[in-house]
């Protein structure tokens, strides 16, 4: 209230919120674009980059700049990553425009698919880090190669423990195998 603060008239009263409440609003529109411009999808679910997008574009309707489908279109579809190229190539050669919310279903079920797609690649990456993780942690910090110890096949099934630091029959050169060698004794 500062600003009416000795304003004889309600015009000069009136003229005095309007210019400051411009300014504000231009600010903010400004702000707001910025921010629509900017806006990436980024780790986030469609849902919420979506609804981000559309409060940004609630914010312009409140400052009195409401953006058109046509304006509001290009800033949802550039925040996109490259997951969703095939998708905005679909929608950016259209002949008949998309409304907004057959975007957003496209959009979900094109998520949905990438999830999906995403769950199955990392499958056998999962599984085999569980199957390393059992293998390795019944070796008591040695390296366990299919549950065969490496040195008792290097050693002709002889074991090597406790032997100091060799890793070979003490008759035998270091990487030469005899044919006692070749038998693997688990």
């Not at 999808?41 to 489908?69: C, E, Q, W």
Request: hydrophobic share 35%; with cysteine.
């Amino acid at each position: 209230m500062a600003q009416v603060v000795g304003c004889s008239s309600a015009r000069v009263v009136w003229l005095s919120l309007e210019s400051t409440y411009s300014s504000i609003s231009q600010a903010r529109v400004i702000q707001t674009q910025l921010q629509l411009a900017s806006l990436k999808n980024g780790a986030n679910t469609i849902s919420t980059y979506f609804h981000k997008a559309k409060g940004l574009s609630d914010i312009m309707v409140v400052a009195g700049r409401p953006l058109s489908h046509e304006d509001f279109l290009p800033y949802l579809i550039a925040g996109l990553g490259p997951d969703y190229r095939g998708l905005v190539t679909f929608v950016t050669t259209r002949l008949v425009p998309i409304s907004l919310e057959e975007l957003l279903r496209h959009l979900l079920a094109h998520e949905a698919r990438l999830l999906h797609h995403y769950e199955i690649s990392t499958f056998p990456t999962k599984a085999s880090a569980k199957f390393t993780a059992k293998s390795s942690s019944g070796s008591h910090g040695r390296e366990n190669h299919g549950g065969c110890n490496f040195n008792q096949v290097r050693n002709g099934g002889r074991s090597n423990n406790n032997r100091g630091r060799g890793n070979y029959a003490s008759n035998t050169a270091p990487n030469s195998f005899s044919s006692i060698d070749q038998h693997v004794v688990c």
